[in-house]
């Protein structure tokens, strides 16, 4: 996995331009919780960008978790590779908010195919920690 010392210098694949090291490590490491709903929300797309699936349901809302998710985040890591993010919009998520959504569009190719994902994501505070409880999701056709 992307844990040696020079990936943690590498660009962040969220796009923020820092070193993955000042940006989503922390958290997906369970150093540093996200402070933010977009903070989470990119820790999670470069999550699935590294194939973290711990951290992927650890940051699930526990009554949105099933069974078979880390059978399905596996699959879908190994299968699909996220080229980019794009952050579209933001509501509320900051610190001191229990609720936050974040409108993002992720690139990905699958099976030979680019394609897009919108989605305009939910979290909520809990415990004291921000979680994905869903979001509306399209599919657009890739550039
Ligand atoms: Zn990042």
């Not at 070193?19 to 989470?40: F, H, K, N, R, V």
């Not at 978790?65 to 985040?73: G, W």
């Not at 794009?86 to 959504?101: F, H, N, V, Y």
Request: glycine residues 10%; contains cysteine; hydrophobic residues 30%.
């Amino acid at each position: 996995m992307l844990q040696d010392d020079r990936t943690l210098n590498l660009p962040c694949p969220c796009g923020s331009g820092k070193p993955y090291q000042d940006c989503c490590q922390p958290a997906i490491s369970g150093q540093t919780p996200a402070a933010t709903a977009e903070a989470l929300m990119r820790s999670r797309y470069t999550a699935f960008a590294l194939g973290q699936v711990d951290y992927l349901i650890e940051t699930l809302a526990p009554k949105q978790r099933r069974p078979d998710d880390a059978a399905i985040l596996a699959e879908q890591s190994a299968s699909t590779t996220w080229t980019g993010l794009q952050i579209i919009d933001r509501r509320k998520g900051r610190p001191r908010d229990e609720r936050g959504e974040v409108e993002f569009i992720a690139s990905f190719e699958a099976g030979g195919e680019k394609g897009r994902l919108h989605e305009r994501s939910r979290f909520r505070r809990e415990r004291g920690r921000w979680v994905y409880v869903d979001g509306e999701v399209e599919i657009l056709p890739g550039l």
